[in-house]
C-alpha cells in the first residue's frame, strides 16, 4: 500500500452541493417520525460523519440519498436527479455513482475477494456475469489495482469468508471503488472491528475519498473518531439536525451534546445520556494530521 496519506484536509470543499435535503421528513407506517424536517446542503468533496443515538435516523437518512426510502414530506436531491420522485431510470443512474458500504460487509463469502470486487463493476455492464474469467480484461485488471489500493492483492483469491473483518471492508471499500461512484456512504463501517483495523478501514476510506475527490457520509458512534476523521459533523437526535459543526473546530464534548436527551415533559435532561456504544478510543494517528 502507498505510505504517504493525504490528509483530510486535501479534499475540496466546493460550493456546488452535490446532495440536498430540503425539509425532509420521514414517518414510517407504523407511525415512527425517523426524520423530522431535515435541511442539509452537502458540497462535493465534502467528508461528513453523522452521529447520533441509536434510533435518531442515520442510516434512515443515508436510505434515502439511493433511493431506498421515499421523504413523506420534502425534497432529495443528488447529483441533480430529485431522487425523492425520481423515476426508476433516473435511479438506477443516480446509484451507479453512490458506493455503500456497512458493518456487515455484504460480501458473499464463498466467492473469492477478487469476484467480491468485480461484482462493484456490474451496473457498468450488461447482462449477468458468472466468475472472474466472464469479466472483460480491462475490468479484471481494474479489479486487481484496487486489491492493490487496499493491501490485498495478495488474498485476491482467497475466499472471502477466511479474512478477517477488516479485511473483509477494505474487500468491500474495494468493490464499491469499482462502481468508479462519486459518493460514498459508509453506514458504521467499523462497527464490528477492533481499534486497530477500525483505524485502517477509515484511514483507506479518507485516502480513496482524497484520490478520487469523493464526497463521503460515514456514520460512527465513536465520536472521537467521528472528528479525527470527518471536515462536518452533523448530529440527528429524534430525527431533527440537532448540531452541524465544521469538525476541525468542534470539540468533543459539543459533540456529545448530541448524546443528551432531554425529557420533553419534565424538561430537564434525564439519565439516559449515553450509550456503551459510543467509544472513547483516541482517532487513529494518521487521521489527527490536519
Ligand atoms: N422500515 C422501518 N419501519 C419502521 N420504522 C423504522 C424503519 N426503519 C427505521 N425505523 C425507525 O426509524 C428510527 C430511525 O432508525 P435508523 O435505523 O435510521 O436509526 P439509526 O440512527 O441508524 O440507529 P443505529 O445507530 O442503531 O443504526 C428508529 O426508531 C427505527 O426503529
Ligand atoms: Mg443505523
Not at 66 to 84: D, I, Q, W
Not at 103 to 108: A, C, K, N
Not at 257 to 279: G, H
Request: with cysteine.
Amino acid at each position: 500500500m502507498q505510505v504517504s496519506l493525504p490528509t483530510r484536509n486535501a479534499v475540496a470543499n466546493g460550493a456546488d452541493p452535490l446532495i440536498s435535503l430540503v425539509g425532509v421528513s420521514k414517518r414510517f407506517p407504523n407511525g415512527t417520525l425517523a426524520l423530522d424536517n431535515v435541511d442539509l446542503n452537502i458540497p462535493r468533496g465534502q467528508l461528513l460523519s453523522l452521529i447520533g443515538l441509536s434510533g435518531s435516523g442515520k442510516s434512515t437518512l443515508m436510505r434515502h440519498l439511493n433511493g431506498l426510502h421515499r421523504p413523506t414530506a420534502g425534497k432529495v436531491t443528488v447529483m441533480g436527479v430529485e431522487v425523492s420522485s425520481a423515476s426508476n431510470r433516473q435511479l438506477r443512474g443516480v446509484r451507479r455513482n453512490i458506493g455503500f458500504v456497512f458493518q456487515q460487509f455484504g460480501l458473499v463469502g464463498r466467492a473469492t475477494c477478487l469476484e467480491n470486487v468485480l461484482t462493484g463493476a456490474l451496473g457498468r455492464l450488461s447482462g449477468p456475469r458468472y466468475g472472474v474469467w466472464s469479466y472483460p480484461k480491462k475490468l479484471r485488471s481494474e479489479a486487481f489495482d484496487h486489491l492493490e489500493r487496499v493491501g490485498l492483492v495478495n488474498q485476491a483469491y482467497q475466499r472471502a469468508d477466511t479474512l478477517s473483518g477488516g479485511q473483509m471492508q477494505r474487500v468491500a471499500i474495494a468493490r464499491s471503488l469499482m462502481q468508479q461512484p462519486q459518493i460514498m456512504l459508509a453506514d458504521e463501517p467499523v462497527a464490528s472491528l477492533d481499534p486497530e483495523s477500525s483505524a485502517q478501514v477509515l484511514d483507506l476510506l479518507l485516502r480513496v475519498a482524497v484520490e478520487e475527490q469523493m464526497t463521503v457520509i460515514v456514520t460512527l458512534h465513536q465520536v472521537e473518531l467521528a472528528l479525527g476523521w470527518a471536515t462536518r459533523i452533523v448530529g440527528l437526535r429524534d430525527g431533527r439536525v440537532v448540531l452541524d459543526r465544521d469538525a476541525t473546530t468542534l470539540k468533543q464534548e459539543d459533540a456529545m451534546e448530541v448524546y443528551q436527551r432531554v425529557d420533553k415533559n419534565l424538561a430537564q435532561p434525564s439519565n439516559i445520556a449515553q450509550p456503551s456504544n459510543i467509544a472513547t478510543e483516541p482517532a487513529p494517528l494518521a487521521l489527527r494530521e490536519k
